[in-house]
């Protein structure tokens, strides 16, 4: 049995993206919230001391000058692309913070030493709160996943998909995929946010985060046959339970917000997820930088569906 052990210490909302130079990129929200921070490696184990590099820094003012989340990096049509949410400030208004989506590009080979552009805001044509996009390519259709409230539902986000155009913009309305509903998401908040992709037998698999960011965060499943029309609800199923929760006898608390990416045998598939070791946290969890990155195998069943395990073992 082997306990897991935080790769990255205060990265939260972790992304690792394997590229076809061999390379592992990782990026996450770092505790200042103030901007995009990009590393490389040749191996998920050296991550963790790999030059950091700030690529891009928030503005003093402006609508994305607050309060940057949750980025993630893409190799997208031939070019690079950093999606994130932010904030022009710290103000709730209607019970929520002002997050809308962003992203930056580099057309440079090594994006941690490349010149970055910033590309303005990827409008998903609802002007509300959203925030924590991924894009995934199937068929040669890039799509566009992402959290968002919409009126008229109860809670902070439901998730969203539609195609995109370019790889910032996106065409066609949005299609509401899941909001939170079952007792588990929505504990703290009603939340439905953080989805990442991965490909399996035939499966195309989405998993998203629920709940308050402490240690009632856990992780949630929808999947669609590969063939299925992914624009349509009905094509996807979701799993009544959580996938991922605390694991309070090894002090792993609201494992969540992960993403995909393979080891270095280009086959085995890794789950990326950040979690908490303790619980004693002092006002809003938000605020708290304790959010460790931590990197587990995940494993397929013989049905075809993916085994998450223990947050806490690597087994």
């Not at 980025?71 to 913070?97: C, M, T």
């Amino acid at each position: 049995m082997t306990v897991l052990k935080p790769l990255i210490e205060q990265r939260a909302d972790p992304h690792i993206y394997k590229h076809t130079d061999g390379y592992y990129y990782f990026t996450a929200s770092v505790p200042a919230y103030d901007g995009v921070e990009l590393r490389r490696a040749q191996t998920i184990a050296e991550l963790a001391t790999a030059e950091t590099v700030m690529v891009w820094r928030k503005p003093d003012t402006g609508p994305y000058s607050d309060l940057i989340w949750a980025p993630e990096i893409h190799f997208n049509q031939g070019a690079w692309y950093v999606y994130f949410a932010a904030a022009p400030s710290r103000e709730i208004k209607h019970d929520l913070f002002q997050h809308r989506m962003y992203a930056i590009s580099c057309k440079d080979d090594n994006p941690v030493a490349g010149e970055w552009t910033f590309e303005g805001q990827v409008d998903s044509g609802i002007d509300t709160f959203c925030l924590d996009a991924t894009t995934f390519t199937h068929n040669d259709v890039l799509y566009y996943v992402w959290a968002q409230k919409e009126e008229g539902i109860r809670g902070n986000s439901n998730l969203y998909i539609a195609p995109m155009k370019t790889p910032t913009e996106i065409e066609g309305e949005p299609v509401r995929l899941t909001i939170p509903e079952y007792d588990w998401e929505t504990i703290g908040f009603w939340v439905n946010e953080g989805p990442s992709i991965v490909k399996h037998g035939g499966k195309i698999f989405m998993t998203y985060s629920a709940s308050a960011t402490d240690e009632n965060y856990a992780m949630g499943l929808l999947w669609a046959d590969e063939n299925a029309d992914l624009l349509d609800p009905a094509s996807w199923h979701k799993s009544k339970e959580p996938v991922l929760r605390s694991s309070p006898e090894y002090n792993i608390f609201g494992p969540g917000h992960n993403s995909f990416t393979k080891a270095e045998d280009g086959v085995t598939d890794l789950l990326v997820y950040h979690a908490r070791t303790y619980t004693e946290i002092e006002g809003d969890p938000l605020w708290d930088p304790n959010r460790h990155t931590f990197v587990k195998k995940l494993k397929w069943g013989e049905d075809g569906m993916p085994i998450f395990g223990d947050a806490a073992l690597d087994d």
